[in-house]
C-alpha cells in the first residue's frame, strides 16, 4: 500500500515539476475564451454596448489561460534552472543559485520555498527531504529528518572561501579568473539585489577578458590590458573583499551600489572593445573606471569606509 502510494506521489510531483495540470487548464482557459470571443462578437449587430459588455467574460478567459499557460512555463523553467546546480546529497547556498541564474535572491527563496512544499525533495521514505535555513539561506537536504550535512559546516566552508579574497593570490600573472572567483564569492554572501547583479555582470565580463587574453597572449603587451590587469582589476577586487569584511552603512552602500554598476556598464565596454582589438578605444574605457575610481578616493594604496 505504502509503495502504491509512493508511486502515485511521484508521478504527482513530476507532472507538477512539468507543470502539465496548469498547462492544460492555461489551454483549457484559452480555448474557452476564444471560442466565446467569436460567438460573442455576434452582439455587436445589436447594440456597440452589448458587444463590449459581452467580450469581458472571453477576454477574462483568455488572459487568465495566457497567465496560467505562460506563468507556469517560466516557472518550470526556473525549476529546472535550480534542480541542476542543487547539490542533492547536502546543502546549496541560495545566494550560489541567485547568482549563477541570474534571478533575484527573493524570487530564489520563495521558489525554492514552493518547491519543497510541494515535495519535489522526498527521500527514500517518502518524507520531505529538504528545508531552507533561513539564517544561513542554504538549502538543507534531510534523510529521515536528519540533514545530510552540517548547516554549520556550510557556513564554515563559506567563510574560508570568502577568506580567501584578502589573500594576495589574484596578483599573479594571468589571474583574471581568480578576480573573478573573487567577486563570485563576494555575491553569494551579499543580500542585497542590486549589488549582487552588478557583481555578476562584473564577473562575467572578467571572465570574457580572461578568455580572450588566453586566446591572444600578444594583448598583453596592449596599454589597456596592462593597466586594467596592474590597476582596476586589483582596486575592483579589493573593493568588493571590503565590502564584505566591514560593516558599511545604508548611506555607504548606496554610494557603492553607485560605483559598482558604473564599474559593471565600464567593464561591459571593456570587453567589446577588448574582442575588437580596438587599444584606443578600450583606453577610454578604461579611464571611466580611473575617474569612478579618483572619485571616490580609491586609487591610494589603501581605503576605508567611512
Not at 541570474?102 to 527563496?109: A, F, Q, T
Not at 550535512?149 to 579574497?165: L, M, N
Not at 596599454?223 to 577586487?237: D, M, N
Request: charged share 30%; net charge negative; proline share 2%.
Amino acid at each position: 500500500m505504502n509503495g502504491n502510494q509512493n508511486l502515485r506521489q511521484r508521478k504527482k510531483i513530476q507532472n507538477m515539476r512539468a507543470g502539465r495540470t496548469r498547462k492544460i487548464c492555461g489551454i483549457i482557459f484559452l480555448a474557452i475564451g476564444l471560442y466565446n470571443l467569436m460567438y460573442c462578437m455576434g452582439a455587436f449587430s445589436v447594440s456597440f454596448r452589448d458587444g463590449l459588455q459581452s467580450l469581458v467574460v472571453p477576454i477574462l478567459f483568455i488572459v487568465a489561460g495566457v497567465w496560467m499557460y505562460y506563468g507556469t512555463k517560466k516557472e518550470v523553467e526556473r525549476w529546472d534552472k535550480y534542480e541542476k546546480l542543487i547539490n542533492p546529497s547536502g546543502n546549496t547556498s541560495l545566494k550560489m543559485l541567485s547568482r549563477k541564474t541570474g534571478i533575484s535572491l527573493d524570487k530564489v527563496r520563495k521558489d525554492i520555498q514552493k518547491m519543497v512544499n510541494n515535495g519535489f525533495f522526498m527521500d527514500d521514505s517518502g518524507n520531505i527531504g529538504a528545508y531552507i535555513n533561513k539564517k544561513y539561506d542554504v538549502l538543507v537536504m534531510m534523510r529521515n529528518g536528519e540533514p545530510l550535512e552540517p548547516v554549520e559546516e556550510t557556513a564554515r566552508r563559506e567563510d574560508e572561501e570568502a577568506g580567501t579574497a584578502e589573500k594576495p593570490a589574484a596578483a599573479k600573472e594571468g589571474s583574471e579568473e581568480a578576480y573573478a572567483d573573487i567577486i563570485a564569492l563576494a555575491a553569494e554572501r551579499i543580500s542585497d539585489d542590486d549589488v549582487v547583479e552588478s557583481l555578476g555582470s562584473i564577473e562575467a565580463s572578467i571572465r570574457k577578458i580572461d578568455k580572450q587574453i588566453k586566446r591572444n597572449p600578444e594583448l598583453k603587451d596592449h596599454a589597456s590590458v596592462q593597466q586594467l590587469r596592474e590597476i582596476y582589476l586589483p582596486k575592483t577586487a579589493e573593493l568588493v573583499s571590503k565590502l564584505i569584511h566591514e560593516e558599511v552603512g545604508s548611506d555607504t552602500m548606496l554610494e557603492i551600489k553607485g560605483i559598482l554598476h558604473t564599474c559593471s556598464v565600464a567593464y561591459e565596454s571593456i570587453v567589446e572593445k577588448l574582442y575588437k582589438r580596438e587599444d584606443e578605444d578600450t583606453l577610454i574605457d578604461i579611464e571611466v573606471l580611473k575617474q569612478t575610481f579618483e572619485r571616490e578616493g580609491l586609487l591610494g594604496s589603501d581605503f576605508d569606509f567611512e
